[in-house]
Structures are given as C-alpha cells and as structure tokens.
C-alpha cells in the first residue's frame, strides 16, 4: 500500500465521509467496501438497529423452549413482572427459557429473556434485580455498542453494505454470530458497575428491597464453582460487585 492509499484508508477508517472521492480517484476493491461498510454500521438508524434486535431474538426464541403462559416458571415471571411493561422508555417483552442454564439477558429492543436455571435458584426481588441490570446495559448503551461493533468487524458488515439504508434480512448463521457477539461476549468491569449503579436505581425507584442486587451477587459467587451459571462468564466478579453494592444499599 502506497502512501496516499495509506491516509486514504486511515481517513475513511476515522469516518470522514469522503466515499465519493475516494471512488472517483482510486479503486481498492476491498479495502474501499471495508471502508463504506463501516460509515453504514456507524450511522445505522435505531430503526435498522431495531429491526436486527427482533430477527436476533425471533432467531433465540426458535431454537430455545420458550416456556407458555400457563407453564409455572412462564405464570411466574408475568407476575414478578406486573407493573413493569416498560421501564424508562423501553417497552419491555419477558419470556422464560426453560433450561437449567442460570442466565438472563436483554436487547436494545426491549427484549428480555430469563432462564428456568435462574428462577430455580433466585427469589423474586432478585430476578427483579438481574432485570434491571440487563436494562441497565441496554439504556447505558453497552448493548448498542456492541452490535455497532459487530455489524462493523466481523462478516456481517456485507450484509449491511448490500442492502444500503435499509436493515438486511440476516441468514440463521449470521444471526447465531450476532447473537455471541452482542449478548454471549463478557462486559468489561466498567460496564458491570454501570448496569449495577443502574439496577440499585431500578430498585429504589420501583420500590423493590435494594439489598435483593446484593443477595442475588452473592448468590452468583457461590455458584460459580459448581452450577452452571452461565451469566457468570458474561458478567465477572460478583463478591466485589456484592461488596461495592453493599455499601450502597
Ligand atoms: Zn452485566
């Protein structure tokens, strides 16, 4: 790669819109459709966003067991959820997986889902709890991010080049991948602590017992050696998150 080509990349990498020009001047092939690829995911519409979020969770929901309204974990859940159709904005839409796994995640688009492994283990304050740290990643916009990040890295960035504007009709497998990168990769501490801080909120506000975030974090502690506490590997350290919420409560 030449020098000019060099500034050229690093400038369309920077997103400086300069597509045009640089279609009129060079040809890249790859490098270019890289660069446009990234300027589309970095000015997704949260319409587009949108619409990945729901094929992303119609894609969970087909291949888990989605426990029905009259199952108890499902009764359950509607009942510890009653009051709570929506939370700062976000329209929320609960749904039971019925698997051992103790997990529980959120997406942008207001899609919450809760594993039967987690209800078996937690009281209903703590799931309360484990909810609005899942709203906490989604209205702090880690969950944004990082479908931002996924649409623009990894093969999926095609998808979005080829449709231009509009949301691209994603295939099973570009789903699956989507789905690792935005809800099964780890956050970072710092994220952990915001969706805390935000979850202690949640609870105040809605008048739950605060101390359930630290019961539930002390829960997950003692889990992580034997249960197969899934939420674990994508949420760290739960003893110093019990112990920094403690002094908070
Ligand atoms: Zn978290």
Not at 133 to 162: D, F, N, P, W
Request: charged residues 25%; contains cysteine.
């Amino acid at each position: 790669m030449n020098r000019r080509q060099f500034v050229l990349l690093s400038t369309l990498f920077s997103g400086i819109s300069v597509v045009n020009n640089a279609a009129a001047q060079f040809n890249f092939g790859k490098a270019l459709e890289a660069g446009q690829a990234l300027l589309q995911s970095e000015t997704l519409s949260d319409e587009q966003l949108k619409s990945y979020f729901d094929q992303m969770a119609a894609d969970s929901d087909r291949r888990n067991r989605v426990a029905g309204n009259n199952d108890a974990y499902g009764k359950r859940l509607i009942k510890l959820t009653r009051g709570l159709e929506s939370h700062d904005g976000l329209n929320l839409d609960y749904k039971v997986y019925l698997t051992p796994q103790v997990n529980a995640f959120a997406m942008a688009n207001g899609t919450i889902r809760v594993y039967s492994g987690l209800m078996d283990k937690f009281s209903d304050d703590e799931i309360r709890y484990v909810i609005g740290h899942e709203i906490g990643h989604v209205k702090s916009g880690h969950t944004k991010a990082r479908i931002q990040t996924a649409m623009r890295t990894s093969a999926l960035k095609s998808a979005v080049a080829a449709t231009g504007g509009k949301a691209a009709e994603l295939a099973e497998s570009q789903l699956g991948e989507l789905f690792e990168q935005v809800v099964t990769a780890q956050h970072s501490q710092a994220n952990e602590r915001e969706a805390d801080d935000y979850a202690l909120g949640f609870m105040k506000t809605r008048r739950y017992p605060p101390i359930a975030c630290v019961t539930a974090l002390e829960k997950l502690d003692s889990l992580s050696g034997g249960a197969d506490a899934s939420w674990l590997s994508t949420h760290p350290s739960p003893k110093e998150r019990a112990a920094r919420l403690k002094t908070q409560v």
